[in-house]
């Protein structure tokens, strides 16, 4: 019992940072018909800028823990978000009349770039956070010792997606999102700006993205320049679990990836964490290709 | 406001769609634009909307040039269309597809009125106010896009084809009530394939023949007009 509630536990936290990723994987595909593949990066890079943030103002000595990371997580996520949409201006909007294909070839190519600026820029190997930031308090949940950062992850991951999908379906601009995933022809004729939409789909996302991969900093102490790599195929396969497009979908499928994965490793092996994962989007994509909560098919990309 | 398109030329690639299209809606008028497929009906429409942009000639609303604009700043100018497939929001409500009809319209008062008009207009609609969009019957979802485009407080309404695919009886519905919108000095710019119809309810018509205008007269006079009655109005 005592395993089981702590893989579940260990699941659910590493399945709302997919969550969090999936987010934005799937937020660019319902508004652009777009897989992102630039957006695992954008997670590295704010793993990376915590990092940098946090050891070089030292934030956690001038305020209490909890405000330092508090701080910490509202400056990575507003520069993830400039990058996000930098990243747009750059790789996307002069692609957008063109075939869909261009598009991809050209997110590829900006997850390389990304991807490898980290490591001109940090280094090859991995990267270690200060150790002392949040206490590693466990507490104890009916007699079983689980870390509060564990639930703290939970929690936080939880408390956005709510502000999102509250800010999605019941405000003005995010019911304009919802129009532009739509039909973006209509939603120009009722006089939505799309190009501010999308703009607003390529901050939003890499926010939470760069929010993730601070939290993967605090919870596992170690980065690397490649991280991006799997936690973006394994967000994008959540994404893909609950249908692509559709925001519960990706938060749902999220969470359902981290806890088959965690509870997949503890009771058949370790050594096919990775393998199970897929083997439950191969199973998905046979008995239903829209994805769980999917309500049009995915377009092969 | 006076809506003037001046030698309108478009191409979709390399392919010439409107080749040289000139023609004038005043004030509380209510014009059709009639043509087989593919003539450019929509065409013209979508570039007064600015979601094509021609390659050359010009858009004058209201004394402004607005070619170039983008669509937001054409809708924001009064500019509003019911597009050709009604193209409602059907995943969303009747309620957010009204919302979204209004988006560029911050006046909360002449919004609150525009909903009790257009509920006059379209009782269901209010019925149906919590549906989604895709749920419902054709002629719905008709009534569902006019509205819609009537919360954008337009001074110039563009329908595209809102008889199509629409039973004799609705379409008369639908009629009467674009008449009723016009006598509210809304501008109408009416694109119909249901030609006879479309003329007994406009002051003027033009006739679209690939691309370019090839008639243009008075209601009456293109109904007794021979050429049209073959046409366009199935040998009269």
């Not at chain 2, 007064?48 to 609303?61: E, N, Q």
């Amino acid at each position: 019992m005592e395993e089981f509630v702590q893989q579940l536990t260990n699941g659910l936290a590493v399945g709302s940072i997919y969550a969090l990723i999936a987010l934005g994987y799937t937020m660019v595909y319902g508004v652009l018909k777009l897989i992102n593949f630039a957006h695992g990066d954008l997670f590295t890079l704010g793993a990376y800028l915590g990092l940098t943030l946090l050891t070089s103002f030292s934030l956690q000595d001038k305020m209490g823990p909890l405000a330092a990371v508090g701080l910490l997580a509202i400056m990575v996520m507003g520069l993830v978000a400039l990058i996000g949409a930098l990243l747009d201006r750059v790789a996307y909007k002069p692609l957008r009349d063109s075939p869909r294909l261009s598009a991809v070839v050209s997110a590829l190519g900006a997850s390389i770039f990304l991807q490898n600026t980290v490591m001109l820029i940090y280094g090859a190997r991995f990267r270690v956070y200060p150790q002392d930031i949040l206490p590693r308090t466990v507490i104890d949940f009916f007699g079983m010792p689980i870390p509060l950062m564990r639930i703290l992850i939970l929690l936080v991951s939880l408390a956005m997606m709510v502000a999102l999908y509250t800010f999605i379906q019941k405000t003005r601009i995010g019911t304009a999102i919802r129009a532009a995933a739509i039909d973006q022809g209509a939603a120009r004729l009722m006089g939505i700006n799309v190009d501010r939409v999308i703009l607003i789909v390529f901050m939003v996302g890499p926010a939470l993205g760069g929010a993730a991969g601070l939290m993967v900093g605090l919870y596992y102490g170690q980065i690397n320049f490649t991280m991006g790599w799997v936690y973006g195929l394994k967000a994008f396969t959540a994404a893909i679990l609950g249908g692509i497009g559709n925001i519960p979908g990706a938060m749902l499928g999220g969470l359902l990836l981290g806890v088959m994965e965690a509870l997949g490793a503890a009771y058949i092996s370790i050594a096919w964490k990775d393998a199970i994962a897929f083997m439950v989007l191969i199973l998905i994509l046979i008995v239903r290709p829209k994805g769980i909560l999917g309500e049009r098919v995915a377009e092969k990309i | 406001m006076r809506l003037e398109i001046k030698d309108l030329h478009v191409k979709y690639g390399n392919v010439g769609v409107l080749h040289g299209v000139n023609l004038t809606v005043e004030e509380g008028e209510i014009v059709t634009i009639l043509g087989a497929n593919g003539a450019g009906k929509s065409t013209t429409l979508m570039s007064i909307s600015g979601l094509v942009k021609p390659s050359s000639g010009k858009i004058i609303f209201g004394g402004e040039d607005i070619t170039k604009l983008k669509s937001h700043k054409i809708v924001e100018r009064g500019v509003a269309q019911s597009p050709e497939g009604r193209r409602v929001f059907g995943t969303l409500t009747v309620d957010e597809n009204l919302l979204l009809g209004g988006f560029t319209n911050f006046d909360a008062n002449h919004k609150a009125k525009t909903r009790e008009w257009i509920y006059h207009l379209f009782p269901i609609l209010k019925e149906r106010a919590t549906q989604l969009a895709g749920t419902l019957s054709g002629g719905e979802q008709q009534m569902l896009a006019i509205a819609r485009a009537l919360m954008a407080r337009p001074k110039i309404l563009l329908l595209d084809e809102p008889s199509l695919g629409l039973a004799p009886i609705l379409v008369k519905t639908i009629f009467e009530t674009i008449r009723e919108i016009n006598e509210t000095g809304v501008t109408v710019v009416l694109v119909e394939q249901n030609a006879r119809a479309a003329l007994k309810l406009a002051h003027r018509g033009y006739v679209l023949e690939v691309g370019k205008i090839v008639l243009e007269d008075s209601a009456e006079t293109l109904l007794a007009n021979p050429k049209v009655q073959n046409a366009y109005l199935g040998g009269g």
